[in-house]
């Protein structure tokens, strides 16, 4: 899978989406609002799209691609791409090819208010098949939240940082997470007669670790008392290790942990048995020889965190209602325009190489690198999983690409010019450049963004 799913005959069909939508609907603002795996989900700013429109808007852009239109690429200024097409000049945030020539298929689907843009290989049939309505749930409830705020693009946070309220801001968006852990901890406890077993997965660099810590809290002030297991111990010894097609190991494969063992471990603390879990040891790549002694009481309840952790295979035996499953995700909220977003996995990847950088000894240049086998184990072993949470929880911070922006500045101009990732580092410093960087001395120490930027309490 390649680094990023941003191509650049993509961007020609979004690019095509703006003008078709502009001479179909010309009282109407076009939101291209956030992707759902390779897909993108759009919808008008104040009205709804019935299905007829979309079918409409479906029919004229491959018209307009038939017509082999004449796009005309006009500069490089001020963090876009400057294009002219059918008369409009349209800024766009990542580069478009100026030939409908390489466009692929992709299909137009009716969803909620909008719909989506789903893009295939060539002789791929439609893989959308599970609606992402957690998802878009989640989307929706933080939009609307934004909108009370009235913080609904990036120019109105880059506001608050340059007249000096960036307190202010830290205190609402770190507010309303707690919040949102506090109503989680809340359902869970109205469940606590039948649960046994919370379950916490997300995506690379999602914040899982910090999340739990918190909700861990939450469930203690409700009277829970957490046991706490990481799936990371569960590794089998290195040699072990399953490999991609290119020959290196496979850490994000479900195969990479050792199944059996990990299922009657898990079955038995249910039990209420005590066992010796496992403690892996990442720089030996061996399972210690030490082991960690648990047991699940009556009054106790069982977390379980990692990428596999929502995978019905851990589980597969247990009656799902003693578990309660909740996914990570770290949907950026805000665009810079209606229609140029940042995407989400641009952020998990620049969360995941400033703390890479910062901490754990990663160069840039190795964390880009398996940033494609990262991805690629994304979409087969989590993101098909996540609609089957019980809850959907963003751990993004609507100032966190702010605060990241000095720490990811001085980490990726450790790359040189001459690397094979000088494209993406570029592309990383031109999106950061749109955000106005800010001070983090503010930013509490139990913030998910402390993950990243260093510390937290949860963290050594």
């Known amino acids: ?33 956030y992707s759902i795996q390779e897909a993108l989900f759009c919808r008008f700013t104040e009205t709804a799209i019935s299905v007829r429109e979309v079918r409409q808007i479906d029919l004229k852009l491959k018209e307009w691609i038939l017509t082999d239109p004449d796009i005309e690429f006009l500069s490089r200024e001020g963090g876009y791409y400057h294009y002219r097409v059918a008369g409009n000049v349209i800024k766009m945030l990542y ?14 689907i009716p969803y909620a208010d909008g719909f989506i843009i789903s893009f295939r290989e060539d002789g791929q049939i439609n893989t959308l098949l599970v609606p992402p309505d957690k998802l878009s749930a989640t989307y929706d409830k933080t939009q609307k939240w934004l909108k009370n705020i009235k913080l609904e693009l990036l120019r109105d946070v880059n506001s608050y940082i340059a007249s000096g309220a960036t307190l202010k801001l830290i205190g609402m968006a770190e507010a309303l997470q707690e919040k949102e852990i506090s109503n989680i901890a809340d ?41 706490t297991l990481s799936l990371d111990d569960y590794f089998v010894n290195r040699e072990k290790s399953p490999r991609d097609a290119c020959g290196r190991y496979d850490f994000d494969c479900v195969e990479a942990l050792d199944i059996k063992f990990m299922q009657q471990q898990l079955s038995d ?24 002694k648990l047991h699940v009481g009556p009054d106790d309840i069982l977390v379980v965190e990692g990428i596999h952790a929502l995978n019905p295979i851990l589980f597969p035996n247990i009656n799902r209602i003693i578990l309660f499953k909740v996914y990570i995700t770290a949907l950026y909220e805000l665009n810079i325009d ?21 901490f754990r000894g990663t160069h840039p240049e190795e964390t880009l ?45 450790k790359i040189e010019d001459d690397s094979p990732f000088a494209e993406t580092k570029e592309r990383l410093l031109r999106i950061i450049s749109f955000f106005e960087p800010m001070d983090t001395a503010k930013v509490p120490f139990n913030s998910i963004l402390r993950e990243f930027i260093g510390g937290s309490i949860y963290f050594d």
């Open 269 to 292: 603390l249910i039990d209420g048995k005590t066992v010796e879990t496992p403690i892996f040891d990442f720089k030996t790549g061996l399972r210690s020889s030490k082991t960690r």
């Open 369 to 413: 690198k398996q940033w494609d086998n990262v991805r690629l184990g994304e979409y087969n072993n989590i993101f098909k999983f996540q609609e089957e949470a019980d809850v959907m929880f963003n751990s993004s911070l609507l100032y966190e690409v702010n605060a990241l922006r000095p720490y990811a500045e001085e980490s990726l101009n």
């Open 338 to 358: 209606l229609i140029n977003r940042v995407p989400s996995t641009e952020v998990r990847m620049i969360r995941r190489i400033v703390r890479g950088d910062q």
């Open 187 to 227: 359902v869970i406890l109205q469940r606590k007669k039948i649960l046994r077993v919370l379950l916490i997965s997300g995506a690379s660099s999602s914040g899982k670790t910090s999340f739990s810590q918190r909700l861990s809290t939450q469930l203690s002030v409700n009277g829970f008392n957490p046991i």
């Open 95 to 108: 580069p478009c090819e100026t030939s409908v020539e390489t466009i692929g298929p992709f299909d137009l």
């Open 1 to 33: 899978m390649a680094e990023t799913h941003l191509t650049q005959s993509r961007q020609t069909v979004n690019l095509g989406l703006i003008i078709v939508t502009k001479q179909l609907f010309p009282e109407e603002s076009l939101k291209i609002a």
